[in-house]
């Protein structure tokens, strides 16, 4: 099973080595623990909960929790259910966007509402949010509030994907979106982290707005990569957001007026098109590899990853402070 602190550190960023394995051996504690909680008397439910807690992932957010805990009490008795809360509230998030996007894969591996059904796979999410609750109501009411207010922010930023930006900034609403979808979960987890480990107030506010700029960053990162990245590089179809119609960064780019030549005419064009035709697609890539856009798109998510590192070097000078700014580093070079 893999996880954020594969190879030793973070994503392999040469951090402090104490460190890494003092996170590795909680990070195992949290694996341990996350199969607990989706144990269930019900065979079925057992098997479909369990279902993308054993197909992996990098474990990022429960790793955020165990970073952020290191400017306190990295031992304290709530940190690990902290990392454990998260990365179900996470999970739980996938059950639920499979059966919206009517989802075949996730992970490698079939994904539940295929192997099962839509009903099995909505209820699974539900019965992972409940178990979150269950833990939460053990670290006390201020980690149920946040995590409460993080849950409202994920629904809304769904409900707001879900309707678009009617009369409003589309680059702007998509921003927002990203912020409640992606970045509310990744600064909660800095969030639960700094503030179970007893870090000050200042500290656990520095981290959780930096987390937020973090998980924003790292979509955008996404969103460059599923366009300009090989298929041998990400291990991901190239342009699938292109050709399911769903508009990111370099795509807002494009469609605000970037560009003013007969190839940026071309592209608009194509992107108001169905392009799931094979020769389109092909066309469109290609188009917006070329384009401005992607440029814009790259500076725009240096200046998230540098807006969070900025205020992470406020921070005092421990290695779990160069693990996040590593993280920021990171977030740029993966895109080239």
Not at 33 to 45: G, I, K, M
Not at 90 to 108: I, S
Not at 117 to 145: C, K, M, Q
């Amino acid at each position: 099973m893999s996880s954020g602190f594969a190879g030793g550190s973070p994503f392999g960023l040469p951090i402090d080595a104490e460190l890494a394995a003092a996170s590795r051996e909680r990070l195992a504690a949290v694996e341990e623990q996350l199969l607990e909680a989706v144990h269930s008397e019900d065979p079925l439910l057992t098997q479909a909960s369990k279902h993308l807690v054993e197909a992996g992932g990098k474990r990022f957010r429960p790793m955020l929790v165990l970073l952020a805990a290191e400017f306190g009490d990295p031992s304290s008795p709530g940190v690990v259910p902290a990392a454990v809360v998260v990365e179900l509230t996470h999970l739980a998030t996938l059950y639920h966007d499979d059966v919206m996007d009517e989802a075949t894969v996730r992970r490698g591996e079939e994904s539940a509402n295929t192997r099962w059904t839509n009903t099995v796979a909505i209820l699974t999410g539900d019965y992972l949010f409940a178990r979150a609750s269950d833990l939460l109501a053990d670290l006390g009411p201020e980690a149920v509030r946040i995590q409460a207010r993080s849950f409202a922010r994920l629904v809304r930023g769904q409900i707001q994907e879900t309707v678009g930006p009617r009369d409003g900034d589309p680059l702007k609403h998509y921003l927002q979106v990203v912020s409640d979808k992606t970045g509310s979960l990744i600064a909660t987890s800095g969030q639960l982290g700094a503030l179970l480990a007893g870090a000050p107030n200042h500290v656990v506010d520095t981290i959780t707005s930096a987390c937020e700029k973090i998980g924003v960053a790292f979509q955008l990162s996404d969103d460059i990569l599923d366009i300009a990245s090989e298929a041998e590089e990400s291990g991901k179809t190239p342009g699938t957001d292109l050709r399911e119609g769903i508009r990111t960064l370099p795509t807002h780019h494009v469609l605000s007026g970037i560009g003013s030549g007969p190839d940026d005419a071309r592209l608009r064009h194509l992107l108001t098109q169905d392009l799931t035709d094979d020769a389109l697609h092909a066309e469109a890539l290609t188009l917006l590899r070329a384009h401005p856009a992607m440029d814009r798109a790259r500076s725009d998510l240096r200046r998230w990853a540098e807006d969070a590192r900025d205020q992470l070097l406020t921070l005092p000078p421990l290695p779990s402070r160069d693990a996040f700014t590593g993280l920021c580093d990171y977030v740029i070079t993966r895109t080239g």
